[in-house]
């Protein structure tokens, strides 16, 4: 499957932003997605993940409350809506997909997007 990760860019403090991830080559509907970020001189981070389905979904602490991922399977796309954003949320994001299951080791993850950026200025 491939995947194409889009929608970042440059919010102040407080602002919102949502990523999408479109995906094609394979019915995505069956795999799971994820999002993952990795902020300059740091080590990749899950952010949020959700079931093929769509019925569950798994947040890192440091964004619970603040974002939410959903999906479309007829558009064969993943969402992320990050409100409340904080300066310590710049990072590029990357969209990511694995066939079953959800996972916060990104090694678990065998499909990625090239990533979009998220800057926010305090």
């Known amino acids: 499957v491939q995947l194409q990760a889009s929608g970042g860019g440059l919010v102040q403090a407080g602002g919102s932003l949502r990523l999408s991830c479109a995906a094609s080559?394979?019915?995505?509907?069956?795999?799971?997605g994820a999002w993952f970020r990795q902020a300059p001189g740091k080590e990749r981070e899950f952010v949020s993940a959700?079931?093929?389905?769509?019925?569950?979904?798994y947040y890192a602490d440091s964004v619970k409350g603040r974002f939410t991922v959903s999906r479309d399977n007829a558009k064969n796309t993943v969402y992320l809506q990050m409100k409340s954003l904080k300066p310590e949320d710049t990072a590029v994001y990357y969209c990511?997909?694995?066939?079953?299951?959800?996972?916060?080791?990104?090694?678990?993850?065998?499909?990625w997007g090239q990533g979009t950026q998220v800057t926010v200025s305090s």
């Open positions: 959700i079931t093929s389905s769509g019925t569950s979904t």
């Open positions: 080559g394979r019915t995505f509907s069956r795999y799971t």
């Open positions: 990511a997909a694995r066939s079953y299951g959800l996972n916060q080791r990104w090694d678990e993850y065998g499909y």
